[in-house]
């Protein structure tokens, strides 16, 4: 059932981004480029799911289950450190090359261009080697310890 | 700045986003996860495999997404402009950035700011400056 909700909900997400026009890089980069002719609609589609979510995480947080069942893992970290800032800060310059960030990437697989297929691949590679170094780190860190 | 009125969908871009609030809130309330693409993508190159079923089944409706949109109502515009060499380049930081950073636009702007946490919106501001920068030295310094 929860596997079934989840198909459903990105289902629901990706339809979100075609409607909104986040899973069109042209458009995302005219919000990007504030320089230019610029396009505030972004804007918008970031309010209008923020508000949504204003209202159904103040629910989640008070429940110890889900409504199905499972068990809650709404993320608590609240540290604010170099990683977070600086896995941001190339996040965003990816994001302001190509117009891709990783929702609208996935979703315009679905349109079947070589071109998204291109960025998930360099997407999913790069997530790879990220999950290489914590492995790596991990593991020098119980050599250490 | 200039407004590029012609581009600007404020009706559109407000129901996409509350289409988008409401996959995080299903997210949230019936499977008690965070609808951050990044991390549920992640999360399957993991080592342990206990809950792959339920994040292949949210990236398969995010790709599901666009078929559905194309038969509906014609194919979606999807425009990519860079060229190979430049998106193998963008693909590669946003999956490296993305896992450093704990999340993207979804998990960090979408699910973060809703929750008012504060470490989303420094991550959040952090990849929306990066974002503007780039475009700005890409588009009007270097010219591309």
Known sequence: ?145 | MTIDWNAFSPWTALAGGVLIGAAAAMLALLNGRIAGVSGVLGGLLKPKKADRAWRLAFVGGLAGAAVLYALLFGDPEVRVDAGYGALVAAGFSVGVGTRYGSGCTSGHGVCGLSRLSPRSLVATLSFMAAGFATAFILRHLIGL
Do not use: Y
Not at chain 1, 34 to 43: F, R
Not at chain 1, 93 to 113: K, Y
């Open chain 1, 1 to 145: 059932m929860t596997v079934f909700a989840a198909l459903v909900a990105g289902f629901v997400f990706g339809l979100g981004l075609l409607v909104s026009g986040l899973a069109n890089p042209g458009k995302v980069l005219g919000f990007l480029d504030l320089a230019g002719m610029w396009d505030p609609s972004l804007v918008f589609v970031m309010v209008g799911a923020i508000v949504v979510g204003m209202v159904a995480f103040p629910v989640a947080h008070q429940r110890t289950v889900s409504f199905l069942g499972s068990d809650m893992k709404l993320h608590t970290a609240r540290h604010i450190d170099r990683r977070l800032v600086a896995g941001s800060l190339l996040f965003g310059v990816g994001w302001g090359i190509a117009g891709f960030c990783p929702g609208p990437a996935l979703v315009a697989l679905g349109t079947g261009q070589l071109k998204a297929v291109v960025f998930c691949l360099a997407m999913i590679a790069g997530m790879g080697v990220f999950e290489l170094l914590e492995h790596r780190r991990a593991a020098r860190a119980a050599a250490t310890a």
